[in-house]
């Protein structure tokens, strides 16, 4: 890792433990604050690797990276809004030639939404009331018929809480859409899906590590029959070899290049979050399940995250093309 790059990890670090450090609980309880959407903004990581001409800071790809990298270590919910802002529902905007409303929503003074229900494969792509949603608000994103549709209308929040991502409102929702106007074809959704494979690992890698890392503090002084966890082998070689893997996969995130190693990092960081965040549970034993010591939302998240960002054929399919370099894979 290079001296800037390192640089801007250690700057995101600084703000993480500053802003949301103590704040994390509070998040999904009770959602993020406004206030923390506008530091999202102040701090640059809204629009962080847009070009200049969208007001972007035009970070490349490691740098954009490592912002989702340290943010899933404190809250997976800030690194998703960073991300779904930045890689899915900008380019979406500028690419309808709706500059004007992209540029609101950089600086807040508009939020948009996503139908999460049109993100999973194979739930099709009519869902006239939004039933699930990623942040819900008055502007939302939807795929309807073959169509990828910017709505507007009145939502009803759910009352119960979600099994993910609670800091943005995922839920079961209600919707009456007032307004909509094309962004595009499905297949542009897809693209920009497939095409976000690095900063997709950014945030399972992310998310691991903080994990991981409340698993070895507890482990040191979580005691039973006198000693403490850590000095049990099956639990300290565990938690050893899989700080290892995420070791490995870290220095790969942030040391390659090209649309064939992100699909590979992606389908292994997947899969590796869930079982590193489900390891991290259960090390914490019953207190695990509880909010107060912050672990059991990287499990939750962990799961939903790979629902919705993992494309089980689409993203299977697209690399075994690659590595064949014909189509494959579709008997």
């Not at 703000?15 to 102040?42: H, L, N, V, W, Y």
């Not at 802002?85 to 929503?105: F, K, R, T, Y």
Request: hydrophobic share 40%; charged share 25%; with cysteine.
């Amino acid at each position: 890792m290079n001296e800037q790059l390192q640089m801007m990890m250690d700057n995101v670090k600084q703000f993480c433990e500053q802003a949301i450090k103590d704040q994390a609980i509070t998040f999904e309880r009770e959602g993020i604050p406004e206030s923390m959407f506008q530091a999202f903004r102040d701090q640059g990581f809204i629009g962080a690797n847009l070009p200049s001409s969208m007001g972007g800071a035009e970070l490349d790809r490691q740098g954009y990276d490592a912002i989702l990298f340290r943010l899933a270590e404190y809250s997976p919910s800030a690194a998703f809004y960073v991300y779904m802002n930045n890689s899915i529902i900008l380019p979406l905007l500028s690419g309808a030639g709706m500059n004007d409303l992209a540029g609101e929503v950089m600086k807040g003074t508009v939020r948009i939404g996503l139908a999460s229900s049109n993100l999973l494969e194979g739930t099709g792509d009519h869902d006239p009331f939004l039933s699930t949603a990623v942040f819900p608000s008055e502007h939302m994103i939807k795929v309807e018929n073959g169509k990828v549709l910017l709505v507007r209308g009145k939502f009803q929040h759910a009352d119960r809480k979600s099994l993910g991502l609670r800091g943005l409102g995922v839920g079961m929702n209600s919707f009456e859409a007032e307004e909509s106007k094309e962004l595009g074809r499905k297949e542009s959704l897809e693209k920009l899906m497939l095409g976000s494979s690095w900063e997709q690992s950014a945030i399972f890698l992310g998310l691991s590590k903080g994990a991981l890392d409340k698993a070895i503090e507890y482990t040191k002084v979580r005691k039973t029959f006198n000693y403490p966890l850590k000095d049990y082998s099956p639990v300290a070689f565990r938690l050893s070899e899989l700080m290892s893997d995420l070791e490995f996969m870290t220095h790969f995130l942030f040391s390659e290049e090209g649309e064939q190693k992100g699909l590979m990092l992606k389908a292994r960081s997947s899969d590796f979050s869930r079982k590193a965040t489900k390891h991290a549970l259960q090390y914490h034993g019953g207190y695990g399940y509880l909010e107060d010591f912050g672990v059991e939302k990287f499990y939750r998240d962990s799961v939903a995250l790979s629902s919705l960002m993992f494309r089980p054929e689409g993203d299977k399919k697209a690399l075994a093309e690659s590595i064949y370099g014909s189509k494959s894979g579709y008997l």
